[in-house]
């Protein structure tokens, strides 16, 4: 039983979006509101996307640089954060960590495909010139 978990678990790491469609189909049923379900399968679907963009750079540079995405994630925090008073001109916490974790979730999606398309090309030209 426990392999199956960790089958399923790493499964979603590597496919963050089917993840996201499955959690979107349960909540949108249990619920019935569909941005409801929307925004709690973006909360939950958010770290499973900075793991698999973490596994993805180390998959192709051989190397991990979460530094990197954690600086990247304190840059967009604090850049958010005074975007946000800018145009609001007062701060509420609340709103400013939903905006930013799904602000995360856009930034991770567009390295994630990036990163895949990137990976993808490398490697078939890593195997052509094997030839």
Avoid: D
């Avoid at 790493?10 to 409801?36: D, Q, S």
């Avoid at 930013?100 to 490697?123: D, H, K, Q």
Wanted: proline share 2%; hydrophobic share 65%; net charge positive.
């Amino acid at each position: 039983m426990g392999a199956v978990l960790n089958y399923f678990i790493a499964m979603m790491i590597i496919m963050p979006l089917f993840l996201y469609v499955i959690i979107f189909i349960i909540m949108k049923r249990w619920l019935r509101n569909g941005r409801k379900a929307r925004n709690i399968a973006i909360n939950i679907t958010t770290p499973f996307l900075i793991m698999s963009v973490h596994f993805l750079m180390t998959a192709i540079w051989s190397r991990s640089l979460l530094w990197l995405i954690f600086l990247v994630m304190l840059i967009t925090a604090v850049v958010f954060t005074i975007v946000y008073w800018r145009y609001r001109e007062e701060i509420i916490y609340s709103k400013i960590v939903i905006g930013y974790w799904r602000l995360s979730f856009l930034l991770f999606s567009f390295a994630y495909i990036i990163l895949m398309m990137y990976g993808i090309a490398y490697r078939a030209v890593e195997a052509v010139t094997l030839f």
